[in-house]
């Protein structure tokens, strides 16, 4: 297996293919998607920031950084969002790899630390993430777990 961790930044051209791939995934609205990836690629910031894994041409995993992650806690920014791998490609490392390249690029661009949120108690941790506290995710009415990760760690 041969994957590729690609920034949307130098490869624009996949904007339309990876918005719909984590729309597919997530079911977030298409259109929410779309104007987060331009706003990435209109560089105006570290933030927002989109990454594909590629497979030859099939996407088979990805992640985005962004402001907040629908929750509460507005102030725990930047989150890493969307994280998926799809099944047929998963305990391959990809994940791992994903986590790895964006904390390292947030970190060239002066973010020491970035959150994120899941639904998964034993994951993250794996990668150097460690659990935060519990935030409300915006309309839900179970906390979610929040995790950091510092680049010093």
Same mark, same amino acid.
């Given at each position: 297996?041969? #994957?590729?961790?690609?920034?949307? *930044? /130098? ?21 929410? $998607? ?5 706003? #990435? ?9 989109? $990454? ?22 507005? /102030?725990?920014?930047?989150?890493? #969002?969307? *994280? ?27 973010? /020491?630390?970035? $959150?994120?949120? %899941?639904?998964? %108690? ?15 995710? /915006? ?7 929040? $995790? ?6």
């Amino acid at each position: 297996m041969n #994957c590729e961790i690609l920034r949307l *930044v /130098d490869r624009p051209e996949l904007k339309e293919r990876a918005a719909c791939w984590f729309h597919e995934k997530w079911r977030i609205p298409l259109e929410a $998607y779309r104007e987060s990836m331009d706003d #990435c690629l209109a560089g105006k910031g570290p933030v927002p920031q989109w $990454y594909v894994v590629m497979e030859g041409e099939r996407i088979v995993g990805g992640l985005g950084v962004i402001e907040n992650d629908f929750h509460d806690r507005k /102030d725990l920014t930047p989150n890493v #969002c969307a *994280v998926y791998v799809e099944e047929d490609r998963r305990c391959l490392g990809i994940a791992g790899a994903m986590l790895h390249f964006v904390c390292e690029e947030m970190k060239e661009k002066g973010i /020491d630390t970035l $959150y994120l949120i %899941t639904d998964h %108690t034993s994951f993250y941790e794996r990668y150097g993430w460690e659990f935060l506290c519990m935030v409300q995710g /915006d309309g839900g009415k179970t906390p979610i777990r929040m $995790y950091v990760h510092r680049a010093d760690a």
